[in-house]
């Protein structure tokens, strides 16, 4: 790459809006920091609340299973009243037979009856026991959720606080950001603002010497003669493959 130790004079005005232009972003990305870390949870609240989020899933699970064992419970306890008053219903009525032939029919009919009401009973067991099963369960979840649950809203009132001092703090810088602003060309900082949402919070990079090539900071390419020689001259340029506006390294 051709020498650019002939520039001609640095451009004043130009140089120090930039120079201005770069201590702008510091602030900017200092603002950027505070922010992300405002918004960044910190590590034991995320691991408590994940864990209280999987408790409660847990016990809603839980509780869903109990409310539709419960049903089938309720659902069985129906059938066995129905059939134990239509067992006593055919007693009466096999009290009241006139022959053997009815006596015979109401017979069956009863055991036809009572053998119902034994496999609903046999059902009925090993619902129960899921049902008590599924109780102490509930029980120990709920018991775990009465201990973090505490914790979760320590930590959440923590963080609060935590944010709380951290937006006190983002309010000074960015007032002092504003003054800093007030000193810059609009245009230029206009254009720097809209590079800066493009490029990942960077908007303006040093051009830095390396041997006799001039690269550019941002994204690490070497600058054209005629780019760097501009940029030693203190004038507005931008790199011609990342579109960051360049300053000349110190």
């Not at 059939?83 to 009815?102: D, V």
């Not at 005629?226 to 011609?240: F, L, S, T, Y």
Request: hydrophobic fraction near 35%; aromatic fraction near 2%.
């Amino acid at each position: 790459m051709g020498s650019v130790n002939g520039a001609d004079a640095p451009q004043k005005g130009q140089l120090e809006a930039l120079k201005a232009l770069y201590g702008l972003q510091e602030k900017d990305l200092e603002l950027d920091r505070l922010k992300e870390e405002a918004e960044a949870l910190p590590q034991e609240l995320l691991s408590v609340r994940t864990q209280v989020e999987a408790l409660e899933e847990r016990l809603a699970e839980l509780l869903e299973r109990q409310a539709e064992l419960q049903k089938e419970y309720n659902r069985h306890s129906l059938d066995l009243e129905d059939l134990t008053a239509k067992e006593k219903q055919a007693e009466a009525e096999q009290r009241q037979a006139q022959s053997a032939k009815e006596q015979t029919q109401y017979e069956n009919r009863i055991q036809q009856i009572r053998d119902r009401i034994r496999e609903l009973l046999e059902l009925s067991t090993p619902l129960m026991e899921a049902m008590e099963s599924l109780e102490a369960e509930i029980a120990q979840v709920e018991e775990a959720l009465s201990q973090v649950r505490p914790r979760l809203e320590a930590l959440l009132e923590e963080n609060a606080r935590r944010v709380e001092g951290l937006k006190g703090v983002i309010a000074l810088k960015e007032e002092e950001r504003q003054a800093m602003a007030q000193g810059i060309p609009q245009a230029l900082l206009k254009e720097y603002e809209a590079i800066r949402r493009a490029r990942k919070g960077m908007g303006i990079v040093r051009m830095q010497r390396q041997g006799n090539a001039f690269r550019c900071e941002g994204c690490n390419v070497v600058l054209p003669t005629h780019v760097a020689q501009k940029v030693v001259q203190g004038q507005v340029v931008r790199c011609p493959t990342c579109g960051r506006l360049l300053l000349k390294g110190d």
